[in-house]
């Protein structure tokens, strides 16, 4: 927090691109190494890809720079970051069934986060669509959903590779599981939020029916 202002003179999309090269040095050092020092040095360079990647938006929003495209660009590195970090674990302890579940889950939930922001975007017709619809919809819920939300992202929080990175290839593995597991259990919150939504909020008016309007 404290380095992010003073990075105000960089394009945010060369921080992103900055932050999807630790990334990649840290998945070639878990996938190709051996013991617990190169897991941790692994582990630790996607960590502070993490952080990288947090600064990009404070640059983007301090500068005014920020776009929809480089927006989708932050949020592709991140998905692909731990979407081939899953890979990356399997790859190095043998447990394909980790490197297929995780990316795959990964994968799916990015899915439908796409697919319920495309459609909440169209329900509401909002001139920009939300990337993570997520943000959309956590107000919207009921204390405890939202309650629910936090903890699951708290839980799936990208820095706690870090630390399970000190008990080298092992202590990965069982990290790699267990987000494995938090994504399911995100993916079956969006799509119990977005429902719920949808019975909560009534579609917005068309423009057309609100100025009176003819549409061509």
């Known amino acids: 927090m404290a380095v992010a202002p003073r990075l105000t003179w960089l394009h945010p999309n060369w921080i992103t691109t900055g932050s999807l090269v630790l990334a ?3 998945l070639v050092a878990i996938a190709q190494g051996e013991g617990p020092a190169t897991a941790f040095a692994g582990a ?6 993490r ?3 947090w600064i990009d938006g404070y640059v983007a929003r301090a500068t005014g720079t920020a776009t929809n495209l480089g927006g989708l660009y ?6 692909v970051t731990m979407v081939l970090v899953m890979v ?3 790859l190095r302890q043998g447990d394909m069934a980790l490197a297929w579940c995780g990316a795959g889950a990964a994968i799916f939930l ?3 986060l796409m697919t319920v922001g495309w459609g909440l975007a169209k329900r509401q017709r909002l001139t920009i669509v939300p990337w993570n619809p997520q943000k959309l919809l956590t107000p919207r819920q009921p204390r405890y959903m939202r309650r629910m939300k936090v903890w699951l992202d708290a839980l799936r929080n990208d820095y706690a590779i870090a630390l399970f990175g000190i008990a080298g290839g092992a ?12 994504v399911i259990c995100l993916t079956f919150w969006v799509l119990g939020a977005a429902w719920r939504f949808v019975r909560r909020v009534h579609a917005a008016t068309p423009r057309h029916l609100e100025t009176g309007e003819v549409p061509c």
Request: no cysteine; aromatic share 16%.
């Open 51 to 53: 952080w990288t990647d």
């Open 44 to 49: 630790a360079l996607i960590f502070v890809s």
């Open 110 to 112: 990015r899915i439908v």
């Open 171 to 182: 202590g990965l593995q069982v990290w790699g599981w267990a987000y494995t597991a938090i």
């Open 24 to 26: 990649l040095a840290g």
């Open 88 to 90: 990356a674990i399997g």
């Open 74 to 79: 932050d949020i592709a590195v991140g998905y």
